[in-house]
């Protein structure tokens, strides 16, 4: 199993709390993403990084913010949250390696406002 | 832009049937298909890939078959067992880029 580790697991909090849902990686990956998986299972990618101080939006938009300050740290932080940032919340890594590295996930943040 | 459509959304089968799961991508210059199986409060976890210059490859139970020119790929498992139970994904890689697309997932039941 990989070595990508998120917490919390689960988080219960109330509107307009800011939140940082924590994601880390033992494996030295320098590409590491953060998805968000809705209750029809679909997976959209909303924050990618391809090393150290490199942070990009991804396919959908997100009211969150990342930050990659060291190779094995990629945190996501919701300034404000809302319900309608109900969701769970999977962090990613891949390898330096060939292009064809596959992705390892953690086992998710779910996360409730209400 | 590029998508991945993934079919059924939901298939349940008989405990040693066979189950096969079926994707279309539409970037033409994809090369890289991973299959990933997500069990209930974890994250998904890769079961098979391939690249684009392979027609199929098998791993025990799994096999997952390409078809380049219909932009097609499909995962296939037999002798399923209970354990097969699961949402599975499948992802292609456009060219030029490290990011993913993923299917809508298919949420497999092996009924026993």
């Known amino acids: 199993e990989a070595d990508i580790y998120q917490t919390p697991r689960y988080l219960v909090i109330g509107t307009g709390k800011k939140i940082t849902l924590e994601c880390s990686q033992t494996m030295g990956h320098d590409k590491m993403y953060w998805y968000q998986q809705d209750p029809g299972m679909e997976l959209h990618l909303i924050h990618y990084s391809y090393g150290v101080n490199s942070t990009e939006k991804g396919d959908l938009s997100s009211e969150s913010t990342v930050s990659r300050i060291r190779t094995e740290h990629f945190p996501l932080t919701l300034e404000s949250a809302r319900p309608s940032h109900t969701s769970q919340y999977l962090c990613?890594?891949?390898?330096?390696?060939?292009?064809?590295?596959?992705?390892?996930f953690g086992n998710g943040t779910r996360l409730t406002v209400t | 832009g590029e998508n991945v459509e993934q079919h059924p959304s939901t298939l349940s089968v008989q405990e040693g049937d066979s189950a096969v799961i079926k994707c279309t991508y539409s970037d033409s210059a994809s090369n890289y298909f991973p299959w990933y199986k997500q069990e209930l409060g974890k994250g998904p976890q890769l079961i098979i890939d391939?690249?684009?210059?392979?027609g199929e490859k098998k791993d025990q139970r799994i096999a997952v078959t390409l078809n380049k020119t219909a932009k097609h790929f499909s995962l296939h498992i037999t002798e399923t067992q209970p354990e097969d139970s699961a949402v599975y994904f499948c992802?292609?890689?456009?060219?030029?880029?490290?990011?993913?697309?993923f299917g809508t997932g298919t949420r497999l039941k092996v009924l026993a």
């Open positions: 391939i690249r684009s210059n392979v």
């Open positions: 992802a292609a890689r456009p060219s030029g880029t490290y990011k993913y697309i």
């Open positions: 990613a890594s891949s390898d330096r390696g060939p292009r064809d590295s596959p992705l390892h």
